[in-house]
Antibody, heavy 121, light 107 residues
Framework: QVQLVESGGGVVQPGTSLRLSCAAS????????MHWVRQAPGKGLEWVAV????????YYAESVKGRFTISRDKSTNTLHLQIHSLRAEDTAVYFC??????????????WGQGTLVTVSS | DTQLTQSPSSLSASVGDRVTITCRAS??????LNWYQQKPGKAPKLLLS???NLETGVPSRFSGGGSGTLFTLTISSLQPEDFATYYC?????????FGPGTTVDVK
């Protein structure tokens, strides 16, 4: 079965960097676009970024453009999110998700359990 | 960029009630609209895609409709496990957006 397991979260100081990872299994990783979605404590879902199945295209929410970098490693079936210059407002649970690339509406049909990033001095 | 609004932001209902949540897009998105359910401390779960296509395994009491700028999610007879927050989400011009969510709680 499809499994997505995030890691790399924790308590970090403002201005530092962090790399989140998402280990994928149970499906052909190279066939699917992958996303990061975050949720600040008590708030709604915010889409962060997507990387296409082949890694050739990446798109970001305006709120994170320039500080976040999404990448993928097909040799290890792992999705990454590099975050630079962390701010208090980046505090959130970060979910990785797979979209149903064959479906024109690109629904996010599988999600990980999330990893919590807390930015605090 | 396309923005999504949801109404109401929260509602209180009883088991057996019919519940309808509305999602409005700031521009025409055809049927590029998906619905998710999220329970506290859990990842979101996809309920419907393409505005009205029910995911495998999702109970038939859930239904969706609409196109263009106005969409609805209806729960025909609310069950105890349906108390949760519901989000619409759209894909447009290579970007994705979630609505602000609607929380359904116990009356």
């Amino acid at each position: 079965q499809v499994q997505l397991v995030e890691s790399g979260g924790g308590v970090v100081q403002p201005g530092t960097s962090l790399r989140l990872s998402c280990a994928a299994s149970g499906f052909s990783f190279s066939d699917y676009d992958m996303h990061w979605v975050r949720q600040a404590p008590g708030k709604g879902l915010e889409w962060v970024a997507v990387i296409w199945y082949d890694g050739n295209n990446k798109y970001y929410a305006e709120s994170v453009k320039g500080r976040f970098t999404i990448s993928r490693d097909k040799s290890t079936n792992t999705l990454h999110l590099q975050i630079h210059s962390l701010r208090a407002e980046d505090t959130a649970v970060y979910f990785c998700a797979r979209d149903r690339t064959s479906d024109g509406t690109l629904p996010l049909d599988s999600w990980g359990q999330g990893t919590l990033v807390t930015v605090s001095s | 960029d396309t923005q999504l609004t949801q109404s109401p932001s929260s509602l209180s209902a009883s088991v057996g009630d019919r519940v309808t949540i509305t999602c409005r897009a700031s521009q025409d998105i055809d049927t590029y609209l998906n619905w998710y359910q999220q329970k506290p401390g859990k990842a979101p779960k996809l309920l419907l895609s393409g505005a009205s296509n029910l995911e495998t395994g999702v109970p038939s009491r859930f239904s969706g409709g609409g196109s263009g700028t106005l969409f609805t999610l209806t729960i025909s007879s609310l069950q105890p496990e349906d108390f949760a927050t519901y989000y619409c989400q759209q894909y447009d011009n290579l970007l994705f957006t979630f609505g602000p969510g609607t929380t359904v709680d116990v009356k």
